[in-house]
């Protein structure tokens, strides 16, 4: 009887979430017109055929479910479908995720959707500290266990070429999502850990054009421009030692 009520809890559990990730990825597209895709995900923990046929024996851990087996990102990227394939389409998220109920939410930055800066998180936490203590509003932030991403509006390369060419140095560390980026967003399992958020998105407040009769606001969160916190952001990846270079998130 305890193996079968232990049985219907994880069946539960499983159940609760991949309707999470399901019920986040459409809240992104139809409410706040993120268009999303589902990223390629991880292999289920356990044994590693390919090593052994190497000759090196059997390995544990989660790989990404890509053809690649040295993949440094591993479930955080697109794969099939393409990035292109981002939509806000419900009809069409509905069937990605009712197909592959695990599968990471990635978020195709740039254009009308969100941007993105992300750096290590270490020096994350570091500047959103230094951020808040100068009272700089800030927008949602994605956390990983090895790095934190700040969403913020839409750019384009001239004006980040224009930011990043008042500084003297850039870490490599620091990185950004812009036109034919990604970001992956919570509730999201990847190989490096669970995606969440470090700061959750906060809709826009009323405004009194519309408590007056005007337009009603954009459902979207509210984001920051990326040249009120590239300054933190950089300062915050100089001063973290080694500057987090490997590409992981």
């Known amino acids: 009887?305890?193996?079968?009520?232990?049985?219907?809890?994880?069946?539960?559990?499983?159940?609760?979430?991949?309707?999470?990730?399901?019920?986040?990825?459409?809240?992104?597209?139809?409410?706040?017109?993120?268009?999303?895709?589902?990223?390629?995900?991880?292999?289920?923990?356990?044994?590693?055929?390919?090593?052994?046929?190497?000759?090196?024996?059997?390995?544990?851990?989660?790989?990404?479910?890509?053809?690649?087996?040295?993949?440094?990102?591993?479930?955080?990227?697109?794969?099939?479908?393409?990035?292109?394939?981002?939509?806000?389409?419900?009809?069409?998220?509905?069937?990605?995720?009712?197909?592959?109920?695990?599968?990471?939410?990635?978020l195709a930055t740039g254009g009308r959707a969100p941007c993105a800066v992300s750096l290590p998180a270490v020096a994350g936490a570091r500047a959103l500290a230094a951020l808040d203590h100068f009272g700089v509003r800030l927008g949602p932030v994605v956390a990983t266990p090895t790095r934190w991403s700040l969403l913020v509006s839409p750019y384009d390369l001239a004006e980040l070429g224009e930011l990043l060419h008042s500084q003297d140095w850039v870490p490599s560390s620091l990185r950004f999502h812009g036109e034919g980026g990604y970001v992956v967003l919570p509730p999201s399992q990847i190989g490096a850990g669970r995606v969440r958020w470090e700061r959750p998105p906060v809709s826009p407040k009323l405004s009194p054009s519309f408590e007056r009769g005007g337009p009603p606001p954009s459902a979207a969160p509210w984001l920051p421009k990326v040249g009120t916190i590239v300054d933190a952001l950089v300062t915050a990846s100089t001063s973290t030692p080694d500057g987090g270079s490997r590409l992981a998130y």
């Open 1 to 106: 009887m305890r193996e079968i009520l232990g049985r219907r809890r994880k069946l539960l559990f499983r159940r609760g979430g991949r309707s999470a990730l399901l019920g986040a990825a459409l809240h992104c597209a139809t409410e706040w017109r993120w268009p999303v895709l589902p990223g390629v995900g991880i292999r289920p923990a356990g044994r590693q055929p390919g090593g052994a046929r190497l000759g090196l024996g059997e390995r544990t851990g989660r790989r990404c479910s890509c053809p690649d087996p040295d993949c440094v990102v591993p479930g955080a990227h697109p794969f099939d479908p393409g990035l292109m394939a981002a939509t806000t389409d419900a009809r069409m998220v509905r069937w990605w995720w009712a197909n592959r109920p695990d599968a990471p939410i990635v």
